[in-house]
């Protein structure tokens, strides 16, 4: 079982920062690809970024550039840095665990991917 706890959501203008934190218990993080997704208002989720567990990270197209997702297993949390936020990246911003690649890379898990409960970020002015 892992648990998944996201931080750093909030309101912030145009063209500014903010950084997500992903805390996740147990002692299996380092053998979850991690992955950031969002909600907006009406549309589906999407995957925003991953890290794999040798640190191999992907974006969406519409963040690479601006966003740096990053992991430190020490301390079981994935974090992403949002730079040059502008108001399309308004959205719930999700934390996930891939358990299907857990289990089939390492045999970890029971294949169930692990969410959290989300953190609203709003790129306003």
């Known amino acids: 079982q892992v648990q998944l706890v996201e931080s750093g959501g909030g309101l912030v203008q145009p063209g500014g920062s903010l950084r997500l934190s992903c805390a996740a218990s147990?002692?299996?993080?380092?053998?979850?690809?991690m992955g950031w997704y969002r909600q907006a208002p009406g549309k589906q989720r999407e995957l925003v970024a991953s890290?794999?567990?040798?640190?191999?990270?992907d974006y969406v197209d519409s963040v690479t550039g601006r966003f740096t997702i990053s992991r430190d297993n020490a301390k079981s949390t994935v974090y992403l840095q949002m730079n040059n936020l502008k108001p399309e990246d308004t959205a719930v911003y999700y934390c996930?665990?891939?358990?299907?690649?857990?289990?089939?890379?390492?045999?970890?898990?029971?294949?169930?991917?692990?969410w959290g409960e989300g953190t609203l970020v709003t790129v306003s002015s």
């Open positions: 890290i794999t567990t040798g640190g191999t990270t």
């Open positions: 996930n665990a891939d358990g299907y690649g857990a289990l089939l890379s390492y045999g970890v898990g029971t294949g169930v991917d692990y």
């Open positions: 147990g002692s299996m993080f380092s053998f979850y690809t």
